[in-house]
């Protein structure tokens, strides 16, 4: 190898992060840093140079629950976008009450809903509508990287529930083709194409370009997907300690016919609906399209033998627009199908994101062992603004009675007015921030892991009227929240730690107190106590946390007082949300061509008033994926599978005459088989839901949604 390639191996942005985590499970030795304590010059950074703490530690040496789902596992289960990922993840579960690519598909991960996103360590920023990726194909990403719990050194806001950071591919020092062409249930048909490899002949500029086109129909009555994504990338080693990344990334998805609702489980008589799977309660006219436009650019450059500073930036450029036709009812005639409310509206709006990071990383020797520091920096500026439509809220054709079997049959309903109105509206977040995080080890099986960071947060408002008269009106300002972190880790044997850690996270709040102050920020703590170990020589890893949650300033209404003076209700703060749980995930090669990957998770999350939350979602959930390659005269062929246990779930508001729907515990098994022809050709198939078994992904009285029946897929795939 070449000087020049060693150097780009080591100041580019290669994915090596997870490569680390995927050493104690079986990763190959000679793709990862083989030292956990090596100077960080010699660790090539994750996205932005952030991971759970900013210090790019293996996960042996990381004090939180990480879960990393690499390319190998992308491609193996056929993972084709984010939400099928999520799926797959332990402690994750499903609160999907409408179609991808609405609001309803949503996530949960010990007892709260997941509202941070990052990719390559950018967070997307929370609590403005549209900036999710919880449609992004797969073909841009290497891995998903999920942190449960507490992730406020990362992001700063959010929910104390989990954080998903989805690392984009990289170049890398070989040149490597890969297509791909797909079929399955529904009319799906998909094709993909990876390409990349180095440019010059010294290695020194590499590049990768992937791109990705579906379209499918669905279990659902008219629910037709179409998604586009291209990608490409370019690294060049500008001097022996300089590293420079330029990409774009395209992502188009479409979802026509899709409903913003499910169905109700109840009829107006109190006996259950029972409706098709294939039932839709959408508007034929019904349509959710999201695109972005993300540029991208790092330059990385080393200072000294023992320091390294990394910049990232990014202009994200993308729209929402979704034309909303949706049944929504508790209860319908059985004989008529009266009863329900067909809510109509559009939403549509231009969103950019504009973001740098700089991390500032090193180490320095003291008590006779290496310690590590790392400073980072952050700015974000994002703003959504679109027309002001008319909707529900205006009532009239907008929010008018429907019979349920009418949308049933073919959709065909009348499409209210949803002519722009004049003007706009939208909002601008700026977030902005510095942490600091230190390292410490006294004895070489101990580490202390201490750190902070300063957010400085806020939101305005904007309002444009038809006459073209704009203003921005102050909503939310946050000035420098800290988000403490610590943690310790302790090797008690050489494969086995011990690891104790404290996270936070905030939440701004717009909700009053009596005297008119705005409610200090929702403040997420989460305790953590786990094991981590490496086994059968470091090919299997396994962890086991423990975890306590609880929310601060929790905002509750105070009754019997006047509004304040603008109307709005006066609250007051109390010690809100408490969330206990375990965890258990393991990771691996268990035997020679047996692989494993899955684990066990339990939450149990309680309001203020110490009733449960969220009892839509099972509290206990099981999921295990296996493969193993055969060997001998099968040489080639690998057979597995995905189990999927989840307890009992209830609705959470009775329906007519007060019945409570309840779902019991289920099983679903997913089994896959896979031939290699050649060196270069394969062949997968996959059947989900195997037993065909017929449940609902969340239970809600008035829209749940049936998780999708058995399906198949087969994907002929080409390497070269």
């Not at 990480?66 to 099928?84: H, M, W």
């Not at 320095?364 to 520091?373: D, S």
């Amino acid at each position: 190898m070449s000087h020049r390639i060693r150097t780009l191996a080591r100041y580019s942005c290669l994915p090596m992060m997870a490569a680390a985590l995927m050493t104690a499970a079986g990763a190959r030795a000679e793709d990862v840093a083989s030292d956990a304590d090596a100077d960080p010059v010699d660790i090539v950074v994750t996205g932005a140079g952030l991971d759970t703490t900013g210090l790019n530690l293996q996960a042996r040496q990381t004090p939180q629950s990480v879960t990393v789902v690499d390319g190998a596992r992308l491609e193996e289960q056929g993972l084709n976008d984010i939400s099928e990922v999520l799926e797959q993840v332990v402690g994750i579960q499903i609160n999907r009450t409408s179609a991808l690519g609405t609001d309803g598909n949503n996530y949960v991960a010990r007892g709260l809903a997941i509202e941070n996103y990052m990719v390559d360590g950018i967070a997307r920023p929370t609590g403005v509508y549209g900036f999710t990726e919880d449609t992004a194909d797969m073909i841009a990403y290497d891995r998903i990287e999920v942190i449960r719990g507490s992730a406020g050194l990362m992001t700063g806001t959010g929910n104390p529930s989990a954080a998903i950071n989805m690392i984009r591919k990289r170049p890398r020092m070989d040149f490597h083709a890969n297509v791909a062409a797909g079929v399955g249930s529904w009319d799906l048909h998909r094709l993909e194409g990876d390409i990349g490899g180095p440019l010059t002949r010294d290695g020194s500029i590499g590049f990768r370009v992937a791109g990705a086109w579906q379209e499918n129909d669905n279990f659902v009555d008219r629910e037709h997907v179409d998604r586009k994504a291209l990608y490409g990338v370019l690294e060049a080693a500008l001097t022996p300690g300089t590293g420079l990344t330029l990409g774009v990334e395209y992502q188009n998805f479409r979802n026509k016919g899709a409903s913003r609702g499910g169905l109700p489980l109840y009829y107006t008589d109190g006996t259950e609906t029972n409706f098709a799977r294939s039932s839709n309660g959408g508007a034929a006219w019904s349509d959710f399209h999201r695109k972005s436009v993300n540029v991208f650019a790092s330059l990385t450059q080393a200072i000294g033998t023992n320091w390294r500073l990394r910049v990232d930036a990014e202009h994200k450029s993308g729209l929402y627009d979704e034309t909303i036709g949706y049944l929504f009812a508790t209860g319908v005639d059985k004989q008529t199908g009266a009863g329900g409310t067909l809510y109509s509206t559009r939403w549509a709006q231009d969103l950019k994101l504009d973001a740098v990071t700089a991390n500032l990383q090193g180490n320095f020797v003291a008590l006779g062992q290496k310690q590590q520091i790392a400073i980072t920096a952050s700015h974000a500026r994002s703003t959504n603004i679109g027309p002001n439509y008319p909707g529900w809220w205006f009532g009239g054709a907008y929010a008018r009675p429907v019979s349920i079997f009418d949308l049933l049959e073919d959709g065909d309903v009348a499409q209210a007015p949803l002519d722009a109105l004049g003007g706009n509206n939208g909002d601008r977040v700026v977030t902005s921030s510095i942490a600091g995080v230190l390292r410490l080890k006294p004895i070489a099986a101990l580490s202390f892991i201490g750190g902070a960071r300063a957010t400085w947060w806020k939101k305005d408002t904007y309002s444009e009227d038809a006459a073209g008269q704009v203003v921005w009106l102050p909503n939310i300002k946050e000035t420098g929240v800290i988000t403490p972190y610590g943690g310790v880790v302790f090797d008690i044997t050489p494969s086995l730690s011990a690891y104790a850690s404290y996270a936070s996270v905030f939440q701004p709040q717009t909700n009053k107190t009596l005297d008119g102050s705005t409610i200090a920020p929702l403040a997420g703590n989460t305790t953590e106590l786990g094991l981590k170990g490496e086994f059968l020589g470091g090919r299997l890893s396994a962890t086991l946390a423990l975890f306590r949650m609880l929310q601060d300033n929790y905002a509750i209404a105070i009754d019997g007082v006047p509004p304040l003076p603008d109307g709005s209700t006066p609250y007051r703060a109390v010690s809100g949300v408490k969330s206990t749980g375990i965890e258990l995930e393991v990771r691996g090669q268990v035997l020679p061509g047996w692989q494993v990957a899955g684990g066990f998770a339990n939450a149990k999350a309680k309001g203020p008033d110490g009733a449960l939350l969220n009892v839509q979602i099972p509290r206990n959930t099981l999921k295990l994926f296996s493969t193993y390659a055969l060997q001998g005269p099968l040489k080639g062929l690998s057979v597995g599978g995905n189990l999927l246990w989840q307890s009992s779930s209830r609705a959470e508001y009775p329906g007519p005459l007060g019945a409570i729907y309840t779902q019991g515990a289920l099983a679903v098994v997913d089994l896959q088989a896979a031939y290699r022809f050649s060196e270069n050709y394969s062949l997968a198939l996959h059947v989900d839901n195997v037993f065909d078994k017929t449940y609902y992904t969340t239970v809600s009285t008035g829209a749940s949604r049936y998780a999708r029946p058995r399906s198949f897929t087969a994907t002929v795939r080409g390497k070269f």
